[in-house]
C-alpha cells in the first residue's frame, strides 16, 4: 500500500483508444488487468476521461482540406489533428468496460470546442487549469504514479505538467502504450525523464 499523499491517475482507459476504437491505440486494452490490480495499492485513486463535444476543433473533420495526423497551427500553438474520438456520452468516450471504475476523482478535459487538452492538468495552452492540482493538494497528495493512454501524448503531458506544478511522478510504462507518431513515443520517454519523471 502506498501512503496516503501518494496518488494513481489512470489516464484515458476509454473504448475509442482500445482495440476497435476511433482513435485505437495498439494494445490499449492490455494493460487493464495490471491497472486494476494497481488500484489496490493507492487511498486516491483519479481516471481521467477524453471528454469532446462534437465538432471539437482537434478533429480533422472539422478543418475541410485537413486529414487525420495533419499538424495545424492554432492560437496556443501546433495541434496534432485525430480522427474524431471520445465524444461525450457516446461509446467510443465510456471506459473499457474492463477498466475497474470505484476511483474517487473523475477528471474530464478537452470539453471546451476550440482548445485540445491532452494533459490531466492542463489545457493544451498550457494555463487552463482542470483543477486536478488543486484537487491533488487540498488532499495533501504530494506523489503520483501515471499510468494509461497513450503514453506518448495524455499520459507525457500529464506526468510533464504534474512535475511542473512540484508533484514527484513516477511512470509505469508497462502499464502505457503509445501511439507513436514519427518517433513521438521515443521522445516522450526521453521527455519525462529529463523533466524529472521516475520512467520505470
Ligand atoms: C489522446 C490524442 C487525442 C490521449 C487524447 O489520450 O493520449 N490522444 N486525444
Ligand atoms: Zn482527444
Redesign the pocket.
Known sequence: MHPADHALIV??V?ND?CPGGA?E?KEGDVIIPGINALMNDFDAVIL?Q?W?PAGHS?FASSHPGRSAYDMIEMSYGPQ?L?PD??IQMTGGAAFHPALRTDANMIIRK?FRPGI???SAFFENDRVTPTGLAGYLRTRGIDAVTVV????????S?SAQDAIRMGFAVTVLTELCRG?DLDGSLASAIDGMRRDGARVA
Request: aromatic share 18%; glycine share 8%.
Open positions: 489516464i484515458d476509454q483508444f482513435l491505440v481521467t477524453d469532446h482537434s496534432v485525430w474520438h471520445c478537452g485540445d487538452s491532452y494509461g493512454l497513450a503514453t506518448d501524448f495524455c499520459v503531458y501511439i
